[in-house]
T-cell receptor, first 114, second 115 residues
């Protein structure tokens, strides 16, 4: 069984640019959640996708957007990058959105904004 | 709004000894879930243990157990017989009932297990 994978591993961008991060969910999982983890902090919830629809969003501006594809993989897009967007971006997949559904995390993408 | 607080930024323990990591949370809800996640240097967040708030019995998973005090809003993690592989950041997390996606994390405790 393949776990959650993310690409790329590391990324360096400059302020004002746009970036796309990718996540492949674990086999059989139809739900993907994205988190931002600043250095020395706990992860913060960005949003969740369930069956290709956004299903909940945290306190992030609209320049953070996402997509989920029919195979349940997902993208996180960030426009007009700011220095504070530098962080580890984690995605997590789960069987569904139910209370018993454990989230399994990927290894993350480290984004540096210069 | 729910908050999760981990008051110990760093802790260390000798191999084979027992260590307890603290976590407190704030919520006005009565139904929720609590989790401990481990994040080793490889960065991959791994679920250690989960607790349903409606269950009075404390959860255990092998060497890991929790002390869940609902009235005090406290959720500590005890690691017995500590191993070098337990070295990692540990995050306490909260999830409200019927909000399947949104985990709220504390700031983490960095645990070092020394030989």
């Amino acid at each position: 069984e393949t776990g959650v994978t993310q690409s790329p591993t590391h990324l360096i961008k400059t302020r004002g640019q746009q970036v796309t991060l990718r996540c492949s969910s674990q086999s059989g999982h139809n739900t993907v959640s994205w988190y931002q983890q600043a250095l020395g902090q706990g992860p913060q919830f960005i949003f969740q996708y369930y069956r290709e629809e956004e299903n909940g969003r945290g306190n992030f501006p609209p320049r953070f957007s996402g997509l989920q594809f029919p195979n349940y993989s997902s993208e996180l897009n960030v426009n007009a990058l700011e220095l504070d967007d530098s962080a580890l971006y984690l995605c997590a997949s789960s069987l569904g959105t139910g209370d018993t559904d454990t989230q399994y995390f990927g290894p993350g993408t480290r984004l540096t904004v210069l | 709004a729910q908050t999760v607080t981990q008051s110990q930024p760093e802790m260390s323990v000798q191999e084979a000894e027992t260590v307890t990591l603290s976590c407190t949370y704030d919520t006005s809800e009565s139904n929720y879930y609590l989790f401990w996640y481990k994040q080793p240097p490889s960065r991959q967040m791994i679920l250690v243990i989960r607790q349903e708030a409606y269950k009075q019995q404390n959860a255990t998973e092998n060497r890991f157990s929790v002390n869940f005090q609902k009235a005090a809003k406290s959720f500590s993690l005890k690691i017995s017989d500590s191993q070098l592989g337990d070295t990692a950041m540990y995050f306490c997390a909260f999830r409200h009932y019927n909000q399947g996606g949104k985990l709220i994390f504390g700031q983490g405790t960095e645990l070092s297990v020394k030989p």
